[in-house]
């Protein structure tokens, strides 16, 4: 796509400078359209409802040159312009991830437990890619790599990555139309059936995980521990914890949803997205990535039987 020239906006006495990508001149053809849902019609270079909205909100979608409320009624002659903001370079955050995929076109990054995926801090993992991948060739590339989903703070485990505006655009779509399984391994206070389905609503919404059950063992405190494969069908946040919990075997050291005085201390959440499979963004080649049960949960569970074992000979 050719960057065409400049557009200079005013926006509370702040002169902002960006890039046109596109430009699109509004034909209702005697109908009627909202902002938004025009833009979800007929600007093909946001393929998502989704992506609509935020690019709004980002103030990356202009009707007259000017950011604008999504609802707002247009008029025959609109001017519609997509463009480029301006954003500063993230700060390089000499954290070494452990990259387990990757070509021209995106990552695959293991995100260790207790670190933000982005936000406002330094210590991030969208500002440790900087040091850890690097930058496509292809035409399209982004000026830096770009995390394709979050994890939350607590939880470790595989990461998409897009290095191209068009992985970007195309993993976030997959991601939208859940297109794209992931699995998680959860340890587990308590003995769970050896499978199940999970549809406990969250926030009013539906929500659906597949469980089963890998191993379980004896635990001095917490009579057993079992470890879980989870599958989320839908991805709401804190899906995982709320689910787990809420049948009554919570995440070992989930101190928003655990069971009062039997949460972990000062080790962490036992929950990690262990396998991701998805469409190349390009190639259209399945893939598929998977990585072993963390460390720290097999030596949780070694432990926890051999207390038990000293506890309670056989």
């Known amino acids: ?4 020239s400049l557009v200079c906006v005013f926006r509370e006495k702040e002169l902002r400078i960006m890039q046109i990508k596109e430009q699109h001149l509004v034909k209702l ?12 019609e007929f600007i093909t270079s946001i393929p998502s409802r989704k992506g609509v909205k935020k690019a709004i909100k980002r103030g990356e979608l202009l009707l007259n040159n000017k950011k604008t409320d999504g609802g707002v009624w247009l008029k025959e002659g609109d001017r519609i312009t997509i463009v480029d903001l301006e954003r500063t370079p993230p700060k390089e955050y000499h954290l070494k991830l452990s990259v387990v995929f990757e070509d021209e076109d995106m990552a695959v990054v293991i995100k260790p437990a207790g670190i933000n995926v982005s936000g406002n801090q330094f210590k991030t993992i969208q500002n440790a890619l900087v040091y850890n991948i690097t930058k496509s060739t292809l035409p399209d590339a982004l000026d830096w790599a770009l995390p394709v989903h979050r994890l939350d703070n607590p939880t470790s485990g595989l990461l998409l990555v897009a290095k191209t505006k068009t992985a970007r655009k195309k993993l976030g779509l997959a991601l939208e139309q859940k297109t794209i399984q992931k699995t998680y391994h959860a340890l587990v206070i308590g003995d769970t059936p050896l499978e199940g389905k999970i549809s406990t609503p969250i926030e009013s919404k539906s929500a659906t995980t597949l469980y089963k059950k890998i191993k379980t063992v004896k635990s001095l405190k917490n009579d057993s521990l079992t470890l879980l494969e989870l599958k989320p069908l839908t991805g709401r946040t804190h899906q995982l914890r709320i689910h787990c919990s809420s049948i009554g075997f919570p995440i070992l050291g989930d101190k928003l949803y655990g069971t009062e005085g039997l949460v972990l201390k000062n080790k962490g959440l036992f929950l990690s997205a262990v396998s991701i499979t998805f469409a190349h963004p390009r190639t259209n080649v399945k893939q598929e990535i998977s990585i072993p049960t963390p460390y720290k949960f097999v030596k949780r569970m070694e432990n926890e039987q051999k207390r038990y074992n000293n506890y309670y000979p056989q």
């Open 29 to 40: 053809k005697g109908k009627t359209y909202r902002f938004n849902t025009y833009c979800e």
């Open 1 to 4: 796509m050719i960057y065409v």
